[in-house]
Nanobody, 125 residues
Framework: HVQLVESGGGSVQARGSLRLSCAAS????????LAWFRQAPGKEREGVAAIDSDGASIYLDSMKGRFIISRDNAKTILYLEMNSLKPEDTAMYYC????????????????????WGQGTQVTVS
C-alpha cells in the first residue's frame, strides 16, 4: 500500500536550519507530483513547496530563498531543506503525493493530493 512517512522535525532557534524527509513506499515516486504542506494550530493547511516528476519546483512566496524542495527517486525520499527559520514557520509539516496533477496551477490545493503522511512537528523559537 502507499505510505508516506515524514521525519526530521524538531525544535530549533530562529535563524536555524532543519531538513525534513518524507520516505515513500508502495508506489513509483518518480511518477508522482510531490508537495510539502504545513498547518499551524488554528490555521488552515497551506502549501509550502511542490516538485513535479521532472524536478521543476515552486514555493510559497515566504519560503523563496530559504527553503529547497528536492527528490531522490532512487531512495524514494522527498526532502525539504529549511534555512533561516522564523517563529512563523512553526507548524506541523506534511508531505503529499498525487499521480494526476499535471501542472503547478493548483499545486497549493491540498484537496488535489491523494496520499498524505502523518506529519512532523517543526517548532521555531
Amino acid at each position: 500500500h502507499v505510505q508516506l512517512v515524514e521525519s526530521g522535525g524538531g525544535s530549533v532557534q530562529a535563524r536555524g536550519s532543519l531538513r525534513l524527509s518524507c520516505a515513500a513506499s508502495g508506489f513509483p515516486l518518480n511518477k508522482y507530483f510531490l508537495a510539502w504542506f504545513r498547518q499551524a494550530p488554528g490555521k488552515e493547511r497551506e502549501g509550502v513547496a511542490a516538485i513535479d516528476s521532472d524536478g521543476a519546483s515552486i514555493y510559497l512566496d515566504s519560503m523563496k530563498g530559504r527553503f529547497i524542495i528536492s527528490r531522490d527517486n532512487a531512495k524514494t525520499i522527498l526532502y525539504l531543506e529549511m534555512n533561516s527559520l522564523k517563529p512563523e514557520d512553526t507548524a506541523m509539516y506534511y508531505c503529499a503525493a498525487d499521480p494526476f496533477v499535471a501542472s503547478f496551477s493548483n499545486w497549493y490545493s491540498g484537496a488535489r493530493y491523494k496520499h498524505w503522511g502523518q506529519g512532523t512537528q517543526v517548532t521555531v523559537s
